[in-house]
């Protein structure tokens, strides 16, 4: 038994032997296991692969999948198989985009119109876009990303050409994510889908709207964003790298539905639309454009279109209390909702709503309210599609300059009728006192008739013995405010272009004006 005990005492102690030889080598082996994984992490190297010969490199990951394993060292200083990784460093397989860029590597980007937008706009629209309110809708945008940092895998420099997706972000009432893919390229227009190099970290591209038949009919949710005041971003999306997905980067941008169209005056002339499914934007923006373009074809406003600027409303309006009721009171409540209403402030010189459809006629909103409103179903007859900006420009004679029609009124209400006398009473191109109201120096601006022959003016004299209706005399026998009797005649009298200028220069008295209009060609001679 003693015997027995010593031998198992000496089996014992040669188990603890093993033991602990065991555990020596087991701490071995961890130690060797955790320098590796050290190593793996900290010097992963870029290269080729494991060779057939050495198989146990098979260890050394590709984590980007770019068919590069991590450098593979045979000589290690632990054991003789294997180590991922040895000077130089690998950033490679530590990080799956440590040779490219991607959306989640940008540090910041700027938005601004495109260079060209710019020249364009200030040679052919007489302003200088605001990259502090921006739309794309009218102007090619020009981004500016710039990169965190070089990225450790590009040993010969950052790359001339950065592969990135920019989309068109905004969320819709639901919070639902709106993505609208933008067609974007080099600036010089060569690459789509690329971002140029500029300097190191820095790397531009152009997002060009205006070439893009896809993007005028995709926006009405992009306007409705804006008008809620929800933000409408650019979003950013760099290639995925194998599994790897990219993060997208967003970039807020300074939105508005208020988007400047010509000119840098003060008067501020603004476009707007109120519901009407059959008007697509384009037909809109068309629109408003031709109405544009008669305020710089007739005079005065052709001389003095440096005192106007335009602007497109793209909000979508909804204005149900708009009527065409020949009622003062209603016709001020119209002009203050469609001020109120407007994205550009109330505070513009006129603004013109294209109005649905009510089988009404383009009115102005009282004069001097500054509002017209083009009548929708008017405006797409044919015979009066042509006569479009003369019509609107008769009506700004109204609105902007408080104007009275040249033709006689059918059957004015009482009420109408006391305003219209009282605006005439006030100086205006219709008069009951030409001698007074027509003359400046000396000199007679405007006809002065009477009785039998008439040149009447809103109101006509149909009862000379009523005191109640005395004669309104008009200046000139035919003009632009003749309206619908006015026979093709898109100009204004002298008269009623003093009273534009006045309001245009926002000074003077309207007779000091008429030797000026007299001397305009474009404006109907005295006498005429
Ligand atoms: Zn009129």
């Known amino acids: ?229 929800r933000p409408v971003e650019l979003k950013f999306v760099g290639p995925d790298i194998g599994p790897n997905k990219d993060t997208p980067k967003y970039q807020p941008l300074p939105m508005t539905n208020c988007a400047q169209t010509y000119g840098s005056g003060r008067h501020k002339v603004v476009y707007m639309r109120s519901y009407d499914p059959g008007t697509s934007l384009q037909g809109y923006i068309a629109l408003a454009n031709t109405a544009n373009r008669s305020f710089n074809v007739i005079e005065p406003f052709k001389k003095y279109q440096n005192e106007f600027s335009h602007y497109i409303d793209l909000k979508l309006q909804s204005l149900p209390g708009v009527s065409l009721a020949l009622d003062i009171k209603q016709l001020k409540y119209d002009a203050n909702m469609v001020r109120k209403s407007s994205s550009c402030g109330a505070r513009g010189s006129a603004y013109v709503l294209f109005d649905k459809g009510d089988n009404s006629s383009p009115r102005a909103s009282g004069l001097r309210n500054g509002v017209i409103i083009m009548d929708g179903e008017f405006i797409e007859e044919e015979e009066y599609a042509v006569d479009i900006g003369p019509i609107l420009v008769h009506e700004a004679g109204h609105a902007f300059a408080g104007l009275m029609d040249e033709y006689v009124y059918d059957d004015p209400a009482p009420l109408f009728k006391d305003y219209l006398l009282k605006m005439a009473a006030r100086g205006n191109n219709c008069t009951t006192d030409p001698s007074k109201y027509y003359s400046y120096g000396g000199f007679m601006y405007g006809l002065k008739l009477t009785p039998p022959v008439v040149n009447f003016c809103s109101l006509d004299d149909l009862s000379p013995d009523d005191p109640y209706r005395p004669l309104l005399n008009r200046p000139s026998y035919n003009s632009l405010m003749m309206g619908h009797d006015r026979k093709n005649e898109n100009r204004f009298n002298v008269v009623s272009c003093g009273y534009i200028l006045k309001t245009i220069k926002k000074g003077g008295t309207a007779k000091s004006y008429f030797p000026e209009c007299a001397a305009m060609p474009g404006i109907i001679p005295v006498g005429e």
Not at 78 to 99: I, L, T, V
Not at 104 to 117: C, L, M, N, R, T
Not at 130 to 138: E, R
Request: hydrophobic content about 35%.
């Open 1 to 229: 038994m003693k015997n027995d005990n010593a031998k198992l005492k000496t089996e014992e102690k040669k188990r603890n032997v093993l033991k602990r030889s065991f555990l020596l080598f087991a701490l071995f082996v961890l130690v060797i296991v955790s320098g590796l994984a050290i190593t793996r992490s900290v010097f992963a190297t870029h290269g080729p692969g494991p060779t057939p010969s050495d198989q146990s490199c098979t260890i050394c990951p590709d984590n980007d999948k770019d068919g590069y394993r991590a450098y593979c060292d045979t000589s290690h200083v632990f054991d003789k198989s294997f180590s991922c990784g040895y000077p130089p460093p690998d950033c490679n397989d530590a990080d799956p985009w440590s040779h490219s860029y991607g959306s989640k590597d940008i540090a910041s980007v700027k938005v601004e119109y495109s260079p060209g937008y710019v020249a364009k706009t200030q040679t052919d629209k007489k302003f200088t876009p605001d990259s502090k309110k921006l739309n794309p809708t009218l102007g090619d945008f020009l981004v500016t990303a710039t990169f965190k940092a070089k990225k450790c895998g590009m040993t010969a420099g950052t790359p001339a050409l950065v592969p990135m997706k920019i989309f068109y972000t905004t969320k819709d009432s639901s919070g639902n994510e709106l993505s609208f893919y933008l067609i974007s390229a080099t600036p010089d227009n060569r690459t789509i889908g690329y971002l140029a190099k500029v300097s190191d970290l820095v790397y531009q591209g152009l997002i060009s709207t205006s070439q893009d038949p896809r993007f005028l009919p995709a926006i009405e949710p992009y306007i409705a964003s804006v008008a809620a005041n």
